[in-house]
């Protein structure tokens, strides 16, 4: 399989320090309340603790109630070139994205608004699968626990390429 690293020149080292400064980040939104705007001091604390981490760069939203109350970026997102990290940047999360997805849908379970055994075609009418029949039969559970008949890592390659293209 070919390295899909978008940035090779970076060891594992910084990569597990980015997702230990993600958690730690986490932990950080998740310690302040919820309210229009973030905590006094919030800004110098991200630094502080990117800084810590020695994480290139990192940013953050807070979006509450549908409004952006937040969104900026801390340091570079390449260390080869020093631009900076803004409100835009696309990070390269890997599996990260797993655990957000299905928090995610559980919230949507937890509201009533899905049940983990519907069929993913009633709410993705376009949703389509090699053969017409998995793709009406497939839930959302299948999806989740990887019952869905793909080979391993087959459609976890769906990411946004190295590019000049941005959300």
């Given at each position: 399989?070919?390295?899909?690293?978008?940035?090779?020149?970076?060891?594992?080292?910084?990569?597990?320090?980015?997702?230990?400064?993600?958690?730690?980040?986490?932990?950080?939104?998740?310690?302040?309340?919820?309210s229009a705007a973030p905590p006094p001091g919030f800004e110098q604390r991200v630094e502080q603790l990117?800084?810590?981490?020695?994480?290139?760069?990192?940013?953050?939203?807070?979006?509450?109630?549908?409004?952006?109350?937040?969104?900026?970026?801390?340091?570079?997102?390449?260390?080869?070139?020093?631009?900076p990290v803004d409100a835009d940047t696309i990070f390269f999360t890997g599996s990260t994205g797993k655990?957000?997805?299905?928090?995610?849908?559980?919230?949507?379970?937890?509201?009533?608004?899905?049940?983990?055994?519907?069929?993913?075609?009633?709410?993705?009418?376009?949703?389509?699968?090699?053969?017409?029949?998995?793709?009406?039969?497939?839930?959302?559970?299948?999806?989740?626990?990887?019952?869905?008949?793909?080979?391993?890592?087959?459609?976890?390659?769906?990411?946004?390429?190295?590019?000049?293209?941005?959300?």
């Amino acid at each position: 399989m070919p390295n899909l690293n978008p940035f090779p020149h970076r060891s594992d080292i910084k990569m597990k320090l980015g997702i230990r400064a993600f958690t730690a980040l986490s932990l950080v939104m998740a310690a302040t309340s919820a309210s229009a705007a973030p905590p006094p001091g919030f800004e110098q604390r991200v630094e502080q603790l990117r800084k810590q981490m020695g994480v290139p760069g990192v940013s953050i939203a807070i979006v509450e109630d549908g409004k952006v109350t937040l969104a900026k970026g801390w340091g570079v997102r390449d260390i080869t070139t020093n631009q900076p990290v803004d409100a835009d940047t696309i990070f390269f999360t890997g599996s990260t994205g797993k655990a957000f997805t299905n928090a995610a849908l559980a919230t949507l379970v937890d509201e009533g608004k899905i049940k983990w055994d519907d069929k993913v075609i009633d709410h993705m009418p376009d949703f389509r699968m090699w053969d017409p029949w998995v793709a009406r039969e497939m839930t959302i559970r299948d999806l989740l626990v990887h019952r869905s008949g793909l080979g391993l890592g087959e459609g976890d390659l769906l990411f946004l390429p190295n590019s000049t293209l941005s959300r």
